[in-house]
């Protein structure tokens, strides 16, 4: 059944109206064959009867008187009648008086003569038929037909019917291979079009319409559906371009924002580092006459015009430092990175012996629980961050035991950068004060405490950091220690992912 379901549809259709005209023949012939064998039969047994009449009719003499001759003679007629296999005279008591036999023949004579009329059986006809004198009853004659004569005619029958059985099959054939085609053009022409669409994406595509019945009218559906999907495709379409449209827009104006941001900053460190290095010839000068005054004319001066000369002496010092600080800073905004391949252990290593003197005197213990990484990273710079960290966190440090520790962290997940960390058990930072501690010249002590400073080396850390496109941050808990997190390369967000994975090489 299931091949039947797969074959196309043009033969599936050929085979139906085969298979109904096939059907409908058929009925037709075997009602004709079953009203022609009842027929045939009736006829020959009327032609029986008839000739059994005759037969009693012309008998009538040789019954009487009992004359076997005369009665062989009337029976030897039945010869001339095919099929006629034997035949009989009874008297009136039903003792055979004569018989007759076709020669080649097998007749069974009965011994009496059996209930008047027909009795058909398998292969013979019998007949049995009273003989009348004066309207009594003097003898029967009985007559056997073979039934030849009757299968014969219904083989003819047969034959002619299954001839016309065959030619109607190939007229049905042709003509059932004409009309197919008014169903299945329009729905092969359907099934084609749908492919079309769904292989080339093609919604303008139309099936044709061929006829105003249920296909035409499918066709029709099939049409407005292939119409409204065309419809949404287009406003689909224009949508995205639009977006894609937005979407390059607004790169666009970011990066003209981002060039503009990224001049003014350029800018900015210019100024500052022209008029930074500006400002140092003419303190260099207050200075000097500061100091040629106090060594030339300190002798004129009383005590009091003295120390306000050392104070200015003093100022103009640390005007000085500022103005160093400030420059330093200026200048990492105007210089290239130097990155290269940077083991950090030997960088780390030589700050600590710089620093091994002060460390010592200061009875501070550094620790660095496993080796670092290597990074691509400037050399020079990155020694200063470390530098700076350790030295403040040892110079914010309180505790008879100072303890600091340098070490890092894998990246939280895939594509994330190591985070390095500087962490003390010093004197921490109150929440409040977390920001401003990176800003120029920012301390949160009396100048003189903690050793003095400038407020500048976590602002130049920070610069650094961003440089290599990293970020930095503190997390500390007062008066129990203060940890400062770094990176020195960016993490790849999402969107650089979507990027990648996008992007054919
Ligand atoms: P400076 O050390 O010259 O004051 P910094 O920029 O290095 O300047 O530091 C800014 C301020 O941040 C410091 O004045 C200090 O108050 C605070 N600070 C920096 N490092 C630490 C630390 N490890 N523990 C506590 N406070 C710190």
Redesign the pocket.
Known sequence: MSGFRDLPIRRKLVLILMAVTGGAMLLAGMGLLTFDFFRLRREMVADMQTLAKVIALNSTAAVTFRDARSGQETLAALGAKSGIRGAALYNEQGSSLVRWRRPGASAKFPHRPGPDGSKLSRESLIHFQPIYLYGQRIGTVYLESSLDELWTRLQVRVLTILGMFVVAALAALGLSSLLQRLISAPVLGLSDTARAVSENNDYSLRAEKRSGDELGRLVDSFNQMLAQIEERDTALLAAKEDLEQRVRDRTLDLQVANTELQQSNQELDDFAYIASHDLKEPLRGIHNYSTFLLEDYGEKLDLEGRAKLETLLRLTRRMEVLIDSLLQYSRLGRVDLAIEDVDLNKIVAGVLDDIAIHLKAEGADVRIPRPLPTMRCDRVRVGEIFH?LIV??V??NEKPQKRVEVGYREGSSAGQPPVFYVR?N????PEKHQDA?FRIF????PRERFGG???????IVKKIVERHNGRIWVE?EPGHG?TFYFTLQRGESLADHAQAADSPD
């Open positions: 700076n403040n966190a110079k914010y003390d010093g004197i921490g930072i501690i920012k301390r949160l002590h400073g400038t407020g500048a080396g976590l602002t500390s203060t």
